[in-house]
């Protein structure tokens, strides 16, 4: 199958847009004073080879500027790597590269130290962006980063540092690196890890660092074919769970069911076992695609160090994606995570499994879910066909978990144009507090945040 993937929802915008003093239906509460940014694939030209792979287009970030009840602006950029900037007419921005493994971030925009930086993983530098999102330059903190960074980081909420896992294919284990609050690289550790497998993200408790190696691994068969993004579904290499000791120590390693995991819910110690809640595939990249593997589900690892068994339980068994929490909680037991399940990401990603497309829209079509995990119970907010809605960020007001708002990119298919609509989560139903309405497309992408000012 040869169709690209960026159509539809993942269609790419061709214009860089600058737009002020949005129209906002809705009251815009007081604590949004920054901005909300979103990140995500968004090639130059469908005709470049690497357009054919969903995680190889131009990263792309929106932004949006919220501040005294108003929408002050909508941004969008290319992330200006050497490549972008010399197809763009642009000088190329000074900075260091790892590995000639140059490449503009397309997977994540994150906050650090009062300075912005879109992410990547597998060798690849982030690159700094400046508050109006132009490119500054790539970025090692420093020279503190021995090699590349990693799209997904974690951030504990009670020391405050950020915690990143690096991976590599010409490396012989995947890194663990911390970063102080300041934004330097305060400890790097080194895995051994056999095959150089893909790790998207990984889980924080307050005594682990939790590792995921499964069976998608580095193919230098399909890097000699010349595939796009060659890491395939390898059944030899077995599955397992790691818990790396924050404290230092040795890795200790549990075996799972074979499986794919992109993404962490949450994780968190319970006396002396380990509970993690990801999103959960059957199986991924088989013969290096991305398609191909069966629909992902939300289940719950409870690793027992005791008897060396992990137990797994399914909590829901709905396609759905881009998990995120009350960030307050990482590493901490949660009660509340909140999903998507965009029907555009489900056509690109698992449009093989059978029985999908006959659910009932109600299933899955363009669905915010927010789960009681402590009950049991999930509340689903629908947006319609043509939707695609994004990942729900969390933003929180008052003390207590799920006291805030969750926040999302949502198409608007009549005006073909996007909205940031702003819930409460308690409340995850009801009226929006507030709708943005932003004046282009946004393509349907990746991971983004809430930084405020
Ligand atoms: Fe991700």
């Known amino acids: 199958m040869t169709t690209t993937p960026f159509r539809d929802g993942f269609a790419p915008v061709t214009e860089e847009i600058t737009a002020f003093d949005l129209e906002v239906t809705g009251r815009i509460p007081a604590v ?71 490449f503009a971030p397309n997977t994540h925009v994150i906050g650090l130290a009062g300075r912005t930086f879109a992410t990547v993983e597998a060798g690849a530098l982030p690159y700094e962006l400046s508050y109006e999102l132009e490119t500054i330059g790539s970025c090692d903190f420093g020279g503190g980063l021995p090699g590349g960074f990693a799209a997904h980081t974690h951030a504990d909420p009670v020391t405050g540092e950020l915690h990143a896992v690096a991976y590599f294919f010409g490396w012989d284990h995947h890194q663990h690196l911390v970063l102080g609050p300041d934004g330097t690289v305060r400890q790097v550790r080194d895995i051994p890890i056999a095959d150089a497998p893909m790790l998207h993200d990984f889980a924080l408790t307050e ?44 890795t200790r390693w549990f075996d799972v069911e074979p499986c794919w995991v992109f993404h962490t819910v949450n994780a968190y110690d319970d006396g002396d076992e380990v509970v993690v809640d990801v999103i959960r595939y059957p199986k991924r990249f088989v013969d290096a695609r991305l398609d191909a593997g069966g629909a992902p589900t939300l289940d719950r690892w409870r690793i027992d160090p005791a008897s060396g068994k992990v137990s797994q339980t399914r909590l829901d068994d709905r396609s ?29 990603v698992s449009p093989h499994d059978t029985g999908l497309e006959d659910l009932p829209d109600e299933a899955f079509d363009n669905t915010l879910i927010k789960h009681d995990l402590v009950r049991g119970t999930q ?75």
Request: charge should be negative.
């Open 207 to 250: 005594r682990f660092v939790v590792l995921y190696d499964l069976p998608v691994t580095f193919s230098m068969e399909h890097a000699q074919k010349g595939t796009p993004l060659p890491y395939a579904w390898n059944e030899a290499h077995g599955a397992r769970v790691g818990l790396l000791p924050r404290a230092g120590g040795e």
């Open 379 to 453: 509340e689903a907010r629908q947006f319609g066909r043509g939707a695609y809605v994004g990942e729900p960020v969390f933003v929180p007001e008052g003390e207590a978990e799920d006291d805030g708002y969750v926040m999302t990119l949502v198409n608007d298919p009549d005006r073909g144009a996007a909205d940031l609509v702003i819930v409460s989560a308690r409340d995850f139903t009801g009226e929006p507090v507030a709708t943005v309405h932003l004046p282009a497309r946004v393509p349907l992408g990746f991971h983004g945040s809430w930084i405020a000012d």
């Open 32 to 102: 949004f004073n920054g901005r909300f940014l979103r990140n995500g694939p968004n090639p130059l030209s469908l005709d470049d080879p690497h357009a054919s792979h969903l995680f190889l287009g131009e990263g792309m970030v929106h932004g949006v500027r919220l501040r005294d009840g108003r929408a002050e602006w909508y941004r969008n950029r290319w992330v200006r790597s050497a490549d972008v900037a010399r197809r763009l007419g642009e000088p190329v921005r000074p900075g260091p590269v790892h590995a000639g493994m140059d």
């Open 320 to 348: 759905q994606e881009f998990p995120r929490i009350d960030e307050r909680r990482t590493g901490l037991p949660h009660r509340y995570g909140y999903t998507a399940a965009a029907r555009e990401l489900n056509d690109i």
